[in-house]
């Protein structure tokens, strides 16, 4: 007999195999026609009844969101990141191209003060900068690998120094659509970002995280010894 576990890791296997760019395949019109149709369902269909989809992002979530963050959520859908930082985020902006998504998240972030969204496309994001962290679930696979990069870079440019990307995905065992751990780092690193960190959770999914600026502390290995920089260094 199937357990309602079992059956949110069959559903799981299907939507990772199957779903991704499939669906929209880096046509806009269609993608925002297929996510302005599903807006309702979205949460109940996928982050619901997904095994590990809400576990997943509450645990990236809680670990890389601070105190006092400004957040940008590229692709915010239903608003699904954005509940889960009102607490600590001193502003949030949340952007996505269907309006039916973005209905459900203004319901949800009703009471959310420092919440903001805007329909726009991420490949030509009306926004000029300032953002702590940068974050996205399941958007980019949607993009073509052209998009991918340019909007990466565009990305880049709008974080803080010491801004960091927190992006959820799935393993790339799934099917081809998904990145590899590679192409996460390459697509990161050419967009300028400086050190990348990928992690493997609840059997399905992918967190990436990059940083753009990390302070060098050690400037030279000598006989395995750090050298530390520090102001006596100047003089
Ligand atoms: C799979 S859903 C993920 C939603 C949300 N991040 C989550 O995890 O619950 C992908 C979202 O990306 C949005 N999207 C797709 N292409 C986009 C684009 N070019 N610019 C902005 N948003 C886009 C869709 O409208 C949809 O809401």
Redesign the pocket.
Same mark, same amino acid.
């Given at each position: 007999m199937l357990t309602l576990s079992d059956l949110k890791h069959i559903w799981g296997r299907v939507v990772f195999r199957y779903a991704g760019r499939n669906i929209?395949a880096g046509n806009?019109t269609r993608?925002?026609r297929f996510?302005n149709l599903i807006g309702k369902l979205?949460d109940w269909l996928?982050?619901d009844h997904i095994y590990g989809y809400r576990q997943a992002?509450l645990y990236m979530m809680d670990r890389y969101i601070e105190s006092g963050d400004s957040v940008l /959520?590229?692709?915010?859908?239903?608003g $699904? $990141?954005m509940e889960m930082a009102q607490d600590r985020a001193r502003m949030m902006v949340g952007? /996505? $191209?269907?309006l039916g998504?973005l209905k459900q998240a203004r319901n949800k972030l009703n009471h959310c003060e420092q919440a903001y969204l805007i329909a726009? /496309?991420?490949?030509m994001l009306p926004l000029r900068g300032g953002f702590d962290k940068i974050v996205?679930?399941?958007?980019f696979v949607?993009?073509s690998q052209d998009d991918q990069k340019k909007v990466v870079n565009n990305l880049a440019s709008l974080l803080n120094e010491n801004g960091s990307f927190v992006f $959820?995905s799935a393993r790339d065992e799934f099917s081809p659509e998904w990145l590899t751990n590679d192409q996460w780092r390459s697509l990161c690193l050419q967009a300028g970002m400086a050190k990348v960190e990928i992690q493997d959770v609840y059997d399905y999914y992918r967190i990436v995280v990059a940083q753009k600026c990390v302070i060098p502390h050690v400037v030279e290995e000598k006989s395995g010894k750090n050298l530390v920089a520090s102001d006596s260094d100047h003089t």
């Amino acid at each position: 007999m199937l357990t309602l576990s079992d059956l949110k890791h069959i559903w799981g296997r299907v939507v990772f195999r199957y779903a991704g760019r499939n669906i929209s395949a880096g046509n806009a019109t269609r993608s925002r026609r297929f996510y302005n149709l599903i807006g309702k369902l979205y949460d109940w269909l996928y982050a619901d009844h997904i095994y590990g989809y809400r576990q997943a992002a509450l645990y990236m979530m809680d670990r890389y969101i601070e105190s006092g963050d400004s957040v940008l /959520d590229i692709g915010c859908g239903t608003g $699904l $990141l954005m509940e889960m930082a009102q607490d600590r985020a001193r502003m949030m902006v949340g952007v /996505d $191209l269907s309006l039916g998504m973005l209905k459900q998240a203004r319901n949800k972030l009703n009471h959310c003060e420092q919440a903001y969204l805007i329909a726009s /496309d991420c490949r030509m994001l009306p926004l000029r900068g300032g953002f702590d962290k940068i974050v996205s679930s399941f958007m980019f696979v949607i993009l073509s690998q052209d998009d991918q990069k340019k909007v990466v870079n565009n990305l880049a440019s709008l974080l803080n120094e010491n801004g960091s990307f927190v992006f $959820l995905s799935a393993r790339d065992e799934f099917s081809p659509e998904w990145l590899t751990n590679d192409q996460w780092r390459s697509l990161c690193l050419q967009a300028g970002m400086a050190k990348v960190e990928i992690q493997d959770v609840y059997d399905y999914y992918r967190i990436v995280v990059a940083q753009k600026c990390v302070i060098p502390h050690v400037v030279e290995e000598k006989s395995g010894k750090n050298l530390v920089a520090s102001d006596s260094d100047h003089t």
